[in-house]
Structures are given as C-alpha cells and as structure tokens.
C-alpha cells in the first residue's frame, strides 16, 4: 500500500513539474506572443487538473505553480478605455462603377448640380492596427485600440515607446506657432515596414522565438504587449489620417486638418492626393495598386474621404460607418490551387522543412509555385495532404502561406502526409530534439544538403558575402566535388581555376570576379561577420555580434571555448542562454571543426572586433539639433556621426534639447533656442565632443 502511495505522490510531484512548465509556456504563447498554442477548453483542463493535484498532495504545491502566478497578465488586463467619439468602420466597394456609384450617392444626398466639383482626397489604407491617441494642451494623455469601437484597450505606455509618435504636439515650426487645441483624439494606424518585418521575423527566428506571418500581426503582436519594454524592441511605425473628439476646430478640410498633423509632428503618408473627380479617384487607386509593391509598408486598398468638413457634417453615418467616405479594397490576395507535393527541404543545422509545391497559379500578380508549411505539426494540425486543393494567401512580399485545406475536394485515396523518419538526401536517421516542433537530420557532416546549405550560409551576404557564389554554384562546385568545405573555397582557384574558367556557363571574368571577392575574404573579414559565416546553430547575426563585442579575437574566443568553462563564460554574457551556449561551446569542441578553424585562420585574416557602437562620448545620451550651413560635412554625415557618438538626433527644439549645433545662415530654430536657453554649440565644438572619452 505504501509503495503505491508513494509511486502516486511521486507521479504528482513530476506532473505538477510539466504542468507548470507546460501552463507557462502555453501563457507565454497566448498572451505574450499573442499566438495561442492550445484551444481555451484544453488550456482549462490543465489548469483544473493542476488545480486538483494540489488539493491532493498540497505540500507539493510549487513556487512556480500556475495557481500562485497572479502575475501573468493577460491581454485582457489591458485597461480599457472608452472612446468619447466611436472609432467606426468604413464600408467598402470592389469595383470602379462602385466608385461612380459612391460619388454619385453623395451628390444626390446633398443635392448638388453635376457642375459642381465635390473635392475628396484619396488615401492609401494602411494595413496595420487603428490607433487613438487624446492630446490635452498638446501633452499626450491616453492612447487606445480600437477595440470594439466603443471600448479600446489602454496602450498609453505602448505607443510612447514608437519613436515617430510624438508625445507633445509641436507649437513650433518654421513658419511660427502652430495652433494646438485643448484636446483633440488624433486617429491613425501603426504598422510595421516590410523591412521591419522581416528583420524582426530574422530575428525571431534567430532566438526561436514567434515568427508572424504578415506585418499586420507583427504589428498587432507588439503592440498588443503588457510589457511595453517588448513593444520598445520592435520597430512599430505609425501613420495619423483622422481625429475624434476635439476642442476647437481649426480647419475647413480634411485636407488642411491633415497639414495641422504634418506641423504637430505627425508622420502623415506622403501619397496622399486631393481628387477632383471620380475618375481621379480611379486612377489614384490604379496608381496605388501599381506602387503597391514598392511601398515600404502593406497596404489593403484605398480610402476616399469628402474633403469639406461642413459636407462631411450633412452626410453623416450609416450604422457604423460614415457616408462620406469609403475603403476601395484591393483585390484578396487569396487563391485556391492544388498541393502537388510536399517536399522535405534540408536546412544547414539538419532541421527538415516541409514545402508545399503547388500547381503555379496568380495571387494578385505573383505566380505562386511553393508555399511554406513550416514542420510536421503544422501538417498534421491542418492536415494538409498531398493532391489537396487548398487556400493560399500571400500577404504582401512574404512567403505564400497555406491557409486552409478543403477537405470536402479530396479523392477516396488521400492518405494524411507520413513526415519521414529519415533524412531525404542522406538517409540518416531524424528526430525531434527537445521540445522544438522540428525534426532534425543526424546525419551532420555525412548529409550533403547539410554541408551545401552550411557552404551557402558561410558564402552569403549576411556572412562573408562572396559574391558571384549563389546557391546554384555552390550546388555545382559541391556536385563537382571542388568544394566539400569552406577551406575548399579558397584553394579553388589554384585547383581548379582554368577548369572553371573553361565552364560552360562560367568564362574567364566571372571566375575571375569570384576569385577576387575570395581574396578580398583572405586580406580581412570582421569578427562578428567570421562567426557568423560558421553557421553555429541558434547563432545567428546578433549572438555573432555579441560574441565578438565580448571576446574581441577570434583567438581569443576560441581559446576561452576550449576551457572547460567555456559553458559558464558564455552564459554568464547577457543574452546567451544555455542551449545556445551549449551549442555554441559543442561547436568548437568538435574534432572536425577544430581541424576546419585551424585551417581558417591559416588563409582568413579575422579582424578584431572595433568597439564601435556604445563608445561614451561628451555628446553620448545628449539630445542634438542641427540647424544652418556646416562648413566641414553635410547635414547627414554630421547626424550620423552624432548618432554614432550616442546622441540623439532631433529636428524639433525645444527645452530638452541638450545642444544646438549652429552652422551659418541659421535661422528661426537658432532664435528659439536663444530663447530657451539652450546651449548653442560652433561646428568646430561638436567635433571636438565627437572624441571619445
Ligand atoms: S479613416 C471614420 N483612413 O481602415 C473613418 N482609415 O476599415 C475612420 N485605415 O479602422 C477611418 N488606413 O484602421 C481611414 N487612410 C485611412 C486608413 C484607415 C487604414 C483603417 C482603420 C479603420 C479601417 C476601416
């Protein structure tokens, strides 16, 4: 009896281990990365099955078990706030007879002859999260979501963290003061930039963190954080186009309201174009849809805004959105096509990535042939099979994303997909590793794709950024068996040079050109771009960089990894957890590699690290403007390089400007800091509080 007491107790204690794990994990994904892993009805159970081990055995409850975490807070701890004037909506047309059917609506609501122009100005939608944020006296009060329209959530403390957003509306600007009104609800959207995106999805994918898949919910994701030191990490950016309440109208127009954002300080989208007629409004929209790709942030269609306010005041609202104006939606980016197969590809660190290769077919102008499918749980969860008719989405430039399968189009046959248990190109065995959705290739140096893929990392942009060696070379030079390592690289030309030269394909200059860019390599290559090139799993380019800013030397770093402390040194670095670290330290443990590393540094000259950033400077942390003619650099590279020194770089000035850095013919900003008492500052100075302290 005894024993099966004590075998029970002991199956508590480790359950109750993995529930508190699991139930943090499962919060972290739901309320931090706002990405639930699990259906609330599954999250529930665990929780009341916690709940009841503890009631049994309640001297085993856990510092860290879920039921003492109060702290944990959730998206709906956010608080809400109540919009004063409703964020509404807006109604959308598809088509351009809508477009003349709209304009034609209003003109008949108002009465107005035909001879009589209703100005409107058309706007790019932006694709991102509506935003309020109320000014009092210009002083930034309160932001919110939208919500449900009537009720927001309290993102104050989010949205102070995005750089454009002004926390005080300027008075000031160069054509003198600037009216501000008591209060005013300023309306606009934050978004994140498609560079933006993909760098925070690198990054993200770097750390293993959540990868989002469009700006939109990137943007959504970092915004919508308790922790606003999250929301500071990423680079949100906003647009402002509307307002609620306000205390004093100012303005005639949307237009001129718009002018009133631009001098408070606010990034207005520069596309914006007062429309005289409906066909201006189509074009603008054609004109859209054709820049649509090039924009550096995603927009969903068009607005069209009445740009007289006293017309917007007589055609009022329908339900919940306004008669004088409308959403013109580009078309979906969604499409049906057929799956044809499902094709494992082999990553550099062995991890088997599914894609879908799919019956090529046009979403709004891209043929799409591939779609990622990300791992085997995500195949199993959407049970995606191999002849399925399934819904692709492409969300502006990223990878097309398989929606959904249409279960009800299968044949009798289909089978659900086998993720394979071996590797596909070397026939090494492959498992999960952990507690990652992935499946790994064992088969390290033996898999081919492994040591190609491994080639192509050391070789790209980002690495050592050989130029004139794309993926497709490397195939080729690996198939020849010229290259099975990065040491191969640098002997091609004394191996092989004529030979390649006489490559059909290939001729003299481009070899000649490649074999350039690998002497280049040779003379000099930054430390952290050197470790990075090594392709250490989980190292990714800012550990590359955090790694050379803390060892300085290549040497010096590989000698502190062949200590047997080379685990504790490399996580006690900020920003370098265990099992990065022990990558890291396994990697240059390894036989091979030692071999390899020896040889590296044979041909590489690896610089050592310059500390550039984080120099302390008289100017580091000081708050700068520029105003007037500089005699020694222009306006750009005197910025930078007090950017560089630490400073911050401001266009507006005001009492917390630390310095202004006057050149000659300064003007209206020279007296406003006479005025306020702000030190001004002779180019010649500013050089001098360049140097380093
Ligand atoms: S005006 C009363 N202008 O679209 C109308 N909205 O479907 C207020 N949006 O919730 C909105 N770009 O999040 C307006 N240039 C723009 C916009 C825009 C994006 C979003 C906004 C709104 C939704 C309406």
């Known amino acids: 009896?005894?024993?099966?007491?004590?075998?029970?107790?002991?199956?508590?204690?480790?359950?109750?281990?993995?529930?508190?794990?699991?139930?943090?994990?499962?919060?972290?994904?739901?309320?931090?990365?706002?990405?639930?892993?699990?259906?609330?009805?599954?999250?529930?159970?665990?929780?009341?099955?916690?709940?009841?081990?503890?009631?049994?055995?309640?001297?085993?409850?856990?510092?860290?078990?879920?039921?003492?975490?109060?702290?944990?807070?959730?998206?709906?701890?956010?608080?809400?706030?109540?919009?004063?004037?409703?964020?509404?909506?807006?109604?959308?047309?598809?088509?351009?007879?809508?477009?003349?059917?709209?304009?034609?609506?209003?003109?008949?609501?108002?009465?107005?002859?035909?001879?009589?122009?209703?100005?409107m100005v058309a706007e790019p939608k932006i694709d991102g999260l509506?935003?309020?944020?109320?000014?009092?006296?210009?002083?930034?009060?309160?932001?919110?979501?939208?919500?449900?329209?009537?009720?927001?959530?309290?993102?104050?403390?989010?949205?102070?963290?995005?750089?454009?957003?002004?926390?005080?509306?300027?008075k000031q600007n160069s054509d003198g003061t600037v009216f501000i009104p008591d209060l005013i609800d300023v309306r606009g959207e934050v978004y994140m930039s498609k560079q933006d995106f993909f760098d925070l999805n690198k990054s993200q994918e770097e750390k293993g963190g959540r990868v989002f898949a469009n700006p939109r919910n990137a943007a959504a994701g970092s915004l919508r954080q308790l922790d606003p030191q999250i929301t500071q990490t990423r680079h949100l950016s906003l647009f402002a186009y509307a307002c609620g309440q306000v205390h004093s109208i100012h303005w005639e127009t949307h237009s001129q309201f718009l002018d009133y954002l631009k001098k408070w300080g606010f990034p207005v989208n520069p596309e914006i174009k007062i429309c005289k007629t409906a066909d201006d409004l189509v074009s603008f929209y054609e004109n859209m849809m054709e820049k649509r790709s090039s924009l550096p942030y995603d927009i969903d269609g068009v607005v069209y805004k009445v740009n007289r306010l006293d017309l917007q005041n007589r055609l009022g609202f329908i339900a919940r959105s306004p008669?004088?104006?409308?959403?013109?939606?580009?078309?979906?980016?969604?499409?049906?096509?057929?799956?044809?197969?499902?094709?494992?590809?082999?990553?550099?660190?062995?991890?088997?990535?599914?894609?879908?290769?799919?019956?090529?077919?046009?979403?709004?102008?891209?043929?799409?042939?591939h779609a990622t499918l990300h791992n085997s749980d995500e195949i199993e969860r959407k049970d995606i099979r191999e002849g399925d008719f399934v819904v692709i989405q492409r969300a502006g430039d990223v990878?097309?994303?398989?929606?959904?399968?249409?279960?009800?189009?299968?044949?009798?046959?289909?089978?659900?997909?086998?993720?394979?248990?071996?590797?596909?190109?070397?026939?090494?065995?492959?498992?999960?590793?952990?507690?990652?959705?992935?499946?790994?290739?064992?088969?390290?140096?033996?898999?081919?794709?492994?040591?190609?893929?491994?080639?192509?990392?050391?070789?790209?942009?980002?690495?050592?950024?050989?130029?004139?060696?794309?993926?497709?070379?490397?195939?080729?030079?690996?198939?020849?068996?010229?290259?099975?390592?990065?040491?191969?690289?640098?002997y091609l030309e004394e191996k092989h040079g004529s030979e390649l030269?006489?490559?059909?394909?290939?001729?003299?200059?481009?070899?000649?050109?490649?074999?350039?860019?690998?002497?280049?390599?040779?003379?000099?290559?930054?430390?952290?771009?050197?470790?990075?090139?090594?392709?250490?799993?989980?190292?990714?380019?800012?550990?590359?960089?955090?790694?050379?800013?803390?060892?300085?030397?290549?040497?010096?770093?590989?000698?502190?990894?062949?200590?047997?402390?080379?685990?504790?040194?490399?996580?006690?670095?900020?920003?370098?957890?265990?099992?990065?670290?022990?990558?890291?330290?396994?990697?240059?443990?390894?036989?091979?590699?030692?071999?390899l590393l020896d040889q590296l540094v044979q041909i590489i000259h690896i610089e050592p690290y310059e500390k550039k950033a984080g120099r302390i400077t008289e100017l580091t942390g000081k708050t700068v403007l520029f105003t007037g003619t500089l005699q020694n650099m222009t306006r750009s590279e005197a910025k930078s390089k007090a950017i560089s020194a630490g400073a911050k770089v401001v266009s507006g000035v005001s009492s917390k400007t630390d310095y202004v850095v006057a050149g000659s013919d300064a003007g209206n900003k020279l007296s406003i800091a006479e005025q306020l008492g702000v030190p001004i500052i002779t180019e010649d100075i500013f050089n001098q509080m360049l140097d380093d302290l």
């Open 1 to 119: 009896m005894r024993d099966l007491f004590d075998s029970t107790r002991e199956e508590a204690q480790k359950e109750l281990e993995f529930l508190a794990r699991r139930i943090r994990e499962l919060d972290v994904a739901y309320h931090q990365k706002d990405s639930p892993l699990v259906t609330d009805a599954e999250y529930d159970a665990l929780k009341r099955r916690n709940d009841a081990l503890e009631k049994l055995y309640p001297e085993l409850i856990r510092d860290d078990s879920p039921s003492k975490r109060v702290g944990m807070t959730a998206a709906d701890d956010f608080s809400k706030v109540t919009h004063t004037v409703p964020m509404l909506s807006l109604g959308n047309i598809f088509t351009k007879d809508d477009v003349y059917a709209f304009m034609e609506k209003i003109r008949r609501f108002l009465g107005l002859p035909e001879t009589e122009e209703i100005e």
């Open 130 to 170: 509506s935003f309020s944020a109320v000014y009092e006296k210009g002083f930034f009060k309160v932001g919110a979501t939208r919500g449900d329209g009537s009720i927001g959530e309290d993102i104050t403390a989010n949205l102070k963290t995005i750089k454009e957003f002004p926390q005080e509306l300027k």
């Open 323 to 369: 008669r004088w104006a409308i959403a013109h939606k580009f078309p979906a980016e969604q499409a049906i096509t057929r799956l044809n197969k499902i094709r494992i590809q082999v990553g550099r660190t062995g991890a088997l990535t599914p894609v879908a290769d799919l019956e090529p077919i046009n979403v709004g102008g891209v043929v799409v042939r």
């Open 399 to 490: 990878i097309p994303q398989i929606v959904k399968t249409l279960p009800e189009k299968r044949s009798a046959d289909s089978r659900p997909f086998v993720f394979p248990t071996v590797c596909p190109v070397c026939g090494s065995h492959a498992q999960k590793e952990g507690e990652d959705a992935v499946i790994y290739c064992t088969g390290g140096l033996v898999c081919p794709a492994q040591v190609q893929e491994g080639l192509k990392h050391f070789v790209s942009k980002e690495a050592l950024n050989i130029e004139g060696l794309g993926d497709k070379n490397i195939s080729l030079l690996f198939e020849l068996g010229w290259i099975r390592n990065a040491v191969d690289l640098f």
């Open 501 to 595: 030269m006489a490559r059909d394909g290939w001729g003299v200059k481009s070899a000649h050109n490649l074999f350039e860019a690998l002497n280049r390599v040779k003379k000099g290559v930054p430390l952290d771009k050197f470790i990075y090139a090594l392709g250490i799993r989980e190292v990714g380019e800012v550990t590359a960089r955090l790694l050379a800013r803390n060892f300085i030397s290549f040497e010096n770093l590989r000698s502190q990894m062949r200590t047997e402390k080379a685990f504790d040194i490399l996580t006690h670095i900020e920003g370098i957890g265990p099992v990065m670290a022990e990558y890291i330290a396994d990697f240059f443990s390894e036989s091979h590699n030692e071999i």
